[in-house]
């Protein structure tokens, strides 16, 4: 089965506050969220195992996957459906090696990247930044649209764009191939995320 997700949440514990990474994704996922994953990148690895399983059971029965970055362990511990590779981490090979039953995300950032990849052991990329963001500031350099066009085209797998997306710069993003997007920021940091979501889903699905 391809996974094809429109409006892609990737958390950033510092950004969602006191109200919690699982809060925010709970309303979130209300505003039309339909894909998560937990980017934890500092701290104990208990303490990120707690994170996804509290997120995981805020996600039970919705029918939303959940992802983990970086941590494949972490994942399966916790009953995720798939990580999210980044090009310094484990091989995706391995990966599917130990962990087969795990969706597997690959960030990509260039048309060389996409063209090596193995449509049998990634299922999609995650392709950025589209644009510089504070949020990832040592990110490589930002590919505008038309990069992000040119590494979908080169692609085997279905693709997400991330990096500096927000309501109004979305519309250059179609026709770029990409089935869906993902947003750290635009909902971690919104007084409403289940608003600053709708917003989004309602921006991507007008046709
Ligand atoms: N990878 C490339 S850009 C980025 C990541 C994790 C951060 C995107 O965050 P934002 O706030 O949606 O720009
Ligand atoms: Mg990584």
Redesign the pocket.
């Known amino acids: 089965m391809s996974f094809t997700p429109s409006l892609y949440l ?1 958390t950033d514990t510092a950004l969602c506050g006191d109200r919690g990474v699982a809060e925010v994704v709970r309303a979130a996922v209300a505003g039309g969220v339909d894909a998560v994953q937990v ?1 934890a990148k500092h701290g104990p690895d208990r303490d990120r195992l707690a994170l996804v399983v509290a997120v995981r059971d805020v996600l039970a029965g919705t029918g939303v996957p959940l992802f983990v970055n970086d941590a494949v362990d972490v994942a399966l511990v916790a009953g995720a459906d798939g990580v999210h590779l980044g090009q310094s981490d484990l091989p995706a090979e391995q990966v599917r090696r130990i962990a087969p039953g795990l969706l597997v995300g690959l ?1 990509v950032s260039t048309v060389e990247q996409a063209q090596r990849v193995d449509p049998a052991v990634v299922d999609y990329l995650g392709v ?2 589209v644009r510089d ?1 504070a ?2 500031p040592d ?1 490589a350099a930002a590919l505008g649209a038309e990069g992000v066009r040119a590494v979908v085209a080169a692609s085997p797998v279905p693709c997400v764009a ?4 927000h309501p109004d710069n979305l519309d250059p993003l179609r026709g770029t191939g990409i089935t869906g997007f993902c ?4 909902i971690c940091a919104a007084d409403d995320p289940r608003r600053a979501a709708r917003a989004l889903r309602n921006q991507w699905d007008r046709a």
Do not use: F, L
């Open positions: 990737v980017r960030s950025g930044p963001t949020t990832k990110a991330i990096g500096g997306i947003v750290v920021s635009e």
